[in-house]
Structures are given as C-alpha cells and as structure tokens.
C-alpha cells in the first residue's frame, strides 16, 4: 500500500488531531502516526481506542523521524510546543498546525523552525463543541475548508503536497496571508463566539430570571448560543488574545450596526429591521448554498432520540 506520509506526529490529542488520525487511518495518509499529550489519561485512551501507533509525554520523541508534524494545541502553546521540537525535527519535514489564528502562530513559532523545515500555518474550519481524544470522527473535515497560510519563501511543491493531504481528509483548500485569514476569521468565527460566550453570561447574570427558567425556557436561538459557549475555554481564550487586532476591528463595525438596530426598535423603524433581516436571510440562503449547512428543520438538529 502507498501512504502520503511515511510517518505523521500529531501533538495534542483532542477534536481535530482524533479525527486526523481517523481519517489518515481510513484514506492510508500515513504508515505510522505517532502522537504525543499532556495527561496521561489521553495518552492511554489514544493507544486504547488505536488513534496512534505510539504516544509519548514529550513531544519531541513524538517527532522524531516524522515527515509531517501537526501542530495540534491552542495557540498560545504553540510557540513553546516549537522551540520544544525544534532539534528533534527530521530535516526536509513539513510543519503545519490546525490553530484558528495565523499571525500568532507565524510571529511565536517561526523563529523555533530550522532551515530546512517546511513551514506552512493551517486552519481547518471545522469543529463542534466537544474536546478530547475520543471526540473525533472521521468525516469531520468533509466538504469543509481548509486554509493554509505558508510563510514567504515556501516551496510551492510543499505547499502542494499539504493541499493534497487535506484533500485527501475530504477538505477544500484555500492559499492566503496570515493577515487576511485572521480579519476574516474574525468576523465569521471569534466575533460570533464572543458574542455567544456574552449572550449566555447575561442570562445567567439576570436576577429576575433564575437559572432553572433560563434552561426551561431556551428557545433555539438561545439553545444554539449555549453550544457555541461550550467550547473550550482554553483554546477562545487564546483565540481572543491573540487576534486581538482583527477582534477589536469587527467589534467596532458590530457595535455600530448594534446602535444602528437599537435606534431602529426604539424609533419604530420597521423599514431598517425589515430590510437588515432579509439581507442576513440572503447570507445564510448563499451559506446553505455553499453546501456549509443544511437547510433542514431546526437547524439540523432532527428529532430527540430516546
């Protein structure tokens, strides 16, 4: 059998880096894949439920000799996570991660990358709230995006091959800046997690609500922020301080078409909501169109199973 990869290190063992290592075991990307965690309790149920072929505390003996390296923890770890792997690294291999911010991970890992290293940031945009070794499936990344970023200099035929291999997962590939990616990303993901983790806060903090009616009453727009909410904090929070540039911009345009919808329900103004609601119609008409969602009831979700 051909593999992609002769051997693939994957360091952190949760959501994405699980269900890489289903889908390279699925597709045959990789002969060998080794993986490295913190707790000893995720190391243990990697090799139980057969995610890696070998895991390790320390994650420099987890790359040794891998040709692909991934980069699986929350960004602000990463840099760290680099200098720590930086020698053990197999010349000629590729570097990649899966962090949701790009500029942080160009200006904290690159300068632990030795010459010879092919360093190429990624973002797969794909996820659900759920955490840990055994939250992965392989189907995550299909029909999903995955943006890479290479830093200047990159061999195209690297930055190809990397494009392959999330092909090769079920992804559609995109090439751009780290700084396009991250004012991007910051409107359609940080910015409607900040707002959910807000949303969801005020509720709880209502003195006139008690709890026990916030969840028995949640209809399912609150239902839908409440899930947004539950994602790790670890990872958002590094998410939040580490765009903080690209955040703070699309807060202030948020703020201002906030004041503008404020005026509007205050005043009466049923021409401006009527028409900023059909417009956001149309984006989550073009989104479903995109195949991004579904266009099934309740958001997908289906019937309560028993």
């Not at 602000?76 to 690294?89: D, N, Y």
């Not at 962090?99 to 290293?117: E, N, Q």
């Not at 709890?211 to 947004?228: C, H, L, M, P, Q």
């Not at 939040?240 to 948020?254: I, S, T, W, Y």
Request: glycine share 8%; hydrophobic share 45%.
């Amino acid at each position: 059998m051909s593999f992609m990869f002769d051997k693939v290190a994957v360091l952190g063992l949760g959501l994405i880096s699980s269900s890489l290592c289903r889908v390279m075991r699925q597709n045959g990307l990789a002969k060998v894949i080794s993986g490295n965690a913190k707790t000893e309790s995720s190391r243990s149920i990697a090799l139980e439920i057969g995610l890696v072929d070998s895991v390790h505390e320390h994650a420099a003996d987890a790359v040794k000799d891998a040709d692909l390296v991934i980069l699986c923890a929350p960004v602000g770890a990463c840099g760290e996570l680099t200098a720590q792997i930086s020698l053990s690294l197999k010349p000629g291999a590729i570097l990649t991660d899966v962090a949701s911010v790009k500029g942080a991970i160009v200006r904290d890992c690159g300068p632990h990358v030795p010459a010879g290293i092919h360093f190429i940031p990624g973002h797969p945009i794909a996820g659900t709230e759920q955490s840990g070794p055994r939250s992965g499936f392989a189907e995550l990344f299909q029909d999903r995006w995955c943006i890479l970023t290479p830093v200047p200099g990159t061999e195209p035929a690297m930055v190809a091959k990397l494009e392959a291999f999330w092909k090769a997962c079920g992804s559609n590939v995109d090439v751009m800046t780290a700084e396009h990616h991250d004012m991007v990303l910051a409107i359609t993901s940080h910015l409607p997690h900040l707002i959910a983790y807000n949303t969801v806060a005020t509720a709880a903090d209502l003195e006139s609500v008690t709890n026990s009616e916030v969840i028995k009453y949640s209809a399912s727009g609150f239902r839908d922020f409440t899930r947004i909410a539950a994602s790790d904090p670890t990872m958002w929070r590094d998410i939040f301080l580490n765009n903080k540039d690209a955040v703070l911009e699309m807060l202030g345009r948020f703020s201002e078409e906030l004041s503008v919808l404020q005026r509007a329900v205050r005043w009466g103004d049923g021409e401006t909501l009527f028409n900023l609601f059909t417009r956001a119609r149309e984006v989550r008409r073009g989104i479903i169109a995109a195949g991004q969602d579904t266009a099934a009831p309740d958001f997908g979700r289906g019937p309560k199973k028993d």
